[in-house]
């Protein structure tokens, strides 16, 4: 298995553990965008994030090799107003069949690796609280689940009744 950055011929395949994690996150009508939308967005003029892939050499029916990504950490930056530039770690997916080969400790530890080189101050991500083989592997790494923040979101339909009948001109 390697570890690698993420290119334009990868966002199929990306897209893919995409969906799975919003299907395994209950949400399988989630998922909005598509392949082109990642490859416009991570790979334009200003790239809106960056992604790493687990890549593992593969067997087909005929007998040849081909690679094959099992996983992925999709991140961003931010700035925090207290802390400066940081990492926000927006997905970490292992496909399912592939969850305990070390292809999630080694994405994420290529995150860490990251936010070192990047010298940023902090790494932020979101766990699902009833995630708790993720939010104990989190914990055992040193990472702080932080019970006293929320996590606040405003979807399309919220922005566009805010816009429609809430804003004040």
């Given at each position: 298995?390697?570890?690698?950055?993420?290119?334009?011929?990868?966002?199929?395949?990306?897209?893919?553990?995409?969906?799975?994690?919003?299907?395994?996150?209950?949400?399988?009508?989630?998922?909005?965008i598509?392949?082109?939308?990642?490859?416009?967005?991570?790979?334009?003029?200003?790239?809106?994030?960056?992604?790493?892939?687990?890549?593992?050499?593969?067997?087909?029916?005929d007998?040849?090799?081909?690679?094959?990504?099992?996983?992925?950490?999709?991140?961003?930056?931010r700035?925090s107003?207290?802390?400066?530039?940081?990492?926000?770690?927006?997905?970490?997916?292992?496909?399912?069949?592939?969850?305990?080969?070390?292809?999630?400790?080694?994405?994420?530890?290529?995150?860490?690796k990251?936010?070192?080189?990047?010298?940023?101050?902090?790494?932020?991500?979101?766990?699902?609280?009833?995630?708790t083989?993720?939010?104990?592997?989190?914990?055992?790494?040193?990472?702080?689940?932080?019970?006293?923040?929320?996590?606040?979101?405003?979807?399309?339909?919220?922005?566009?009744?805010?816009?429609?009948?809430?804003?004040?001109?």
């Amino acid at each position: 298995m390697i570890i690698r950055k993420g290119e334009i011929n990868d966002m199929k395949a990306v897209l893919g553990l995409i969906q799975e994690l919003a299907d395994f996150e209950k949400e399988p009508d989630a998922v909005l965008i598509n392949e082109t939308d990642l490859v416009r967005d991570g790979f334009g003029d200003s790239p809106l994030f960056s992604v790493f892939v687990a890549e593992i050499d593969t067997d087909t029916k005929d007998g040849k090799q081909t690679k094959e990504i099992i996983g992925i950490a999709l991140y961003y930056y931010r700035y925090s107003t207290w802390k400066g530039k940081t990492l926000h770690l927006e997905d970490l997916v292992v496909k399912s069949e592939m969850r305990g080969t070390g292809a999630g400790y080694a994405l994420y530890s290529e995150i860490i690796k990251q936010a070192k080189k990047d010298q940023v101050r902090r790494i932020d991500w979101n766990v699902l609280d009833w995630n708790t083989p993720a939010i104990d592997f989190y914990e055992k790494t040193g990472a702080k689940v932080l019970q006293e923040w929320h996590s606040v979101q405003m979807d399309e339909a919220g922005i566009n009744d805010f816009v429609a009948n809430k804003l004040r001109q």
